[in-house]
Antibody
Framework: QVQLVQSGVEVKKPGASVKVSCKAS????????INWVRQAPGQGLEWMGW????????NYAQKFQGRVTMTTDTSTNTAYMELRSLRSDDTAVYYC???????????WGQGTLVTVSS | DVVMTQSPLSLAVTLGQPASISCRSS???????????LNWFQQRPGQSPRRLIY???KRDSGVPDRFSGSGSGTDFTLKISRVEAEDVGVYYC??????????FGGGTKVEIK
């Protein structure tokens, strides 16, 4: 049974950075990927990017290029999403979702609320 | 970017009655491998999204068979044959054919009348 467990609530000031983690368990190999999706309060789902756990290659939404970095630590089966130069409109719940292909969203984490406020 | 347009925005359904949600893409979702990567997700209040349907019509494990997906090309539909109380939430379609970016529809809120 695959599980994704994300890090806890974050409160940041504008201009700061946040790094959200997503620890996977239950996969037999590293041949899967992690998508990051965010949801602003009362809004829909927005795709941010994807990282292959096996190869480490990434693909980011153009909107976040230059501001986001997705990484993995294969020794702990943990994926990370760092977002820099935070603004108030980055306030959202950030989700990780995993699957064997980039367009697979088989399993979801519980979400991490990031609040950006002065 | 592929734009995904869902309708209606919200839907109030009597328990036991059917419900239907439409999703249209701005371009065909048929991939070069012949597959059509159209997913449907359910997000219950206060919960993470959960995938119900992938590749247009394939139901995920554990998803009740009252949920079905259909469509082709640019027009897709999610149907609930008999709505139950646990089906309340927001439903999203998402295309996985043309990326980046992967794109979601705006969501359809389903509530009980």
């Amino acid at each position: 049974q695959v599980q994704l467990v994300q890090s806890g609530v974050e409160v940041k000031k504008p201009g700061a950075s946040v790094k959200v983690s997503c620890k996977a368990s239950g996969y037999n190999s590293n041949n899967y990927g992690i998508n990051w999706v965010r949801q602003a309060p009362g809004q829909g789902l927005e795709w941010m990017g994807w990282i292959s756990i096996y190869k480490g290659n990434t693909n980011y939404a153009q909107k976040f290029q230059g501001r986001v970095t997705m990484t993995t630590d294969t020794s702990t089966n943990t994926a990370y999403m760092e977002l820099r130069s935070l603004r108030s409109d980055d306030t959202a719940v950030y989700y990780c979702a995993s699957g064997y292909n980039y367009n697979d969203f088989d399993y979801w984490g519980q979400g991490t609320l990031v609040t950006v406020s002065s | 970017d592929v734009v995904m347009t869902q309708s209606p925005l919200s839907l109030a359904v009597t328990l036991g009655q059917p419900a239907s949600i439409s999703c249209r893409s701005s371009q065909s979702l048929v991939y070069s491998d012949g597959n059509t990567y159209l997913n449907w997700f359910q997000q219950r209040p206060g919960q993470s999204p959960r995938r119900l349907i992938y590749k247009v019509s394939k139901r995920d494990s554990g998803v009740p068979d009252r949920f079905s997906g259909s469509g082709s090309g640019t027009d897709f539909t999610l149907k609930i044959s008999r709505v139950e109380a646990e089906d309340v939430g927001v439903y999203y379609c998402m295309q996985g054919t043309h990326w980046p970016p992967l794109t979601f529809g705006g969501g359809t809120k389903v509530e009980i009348k």
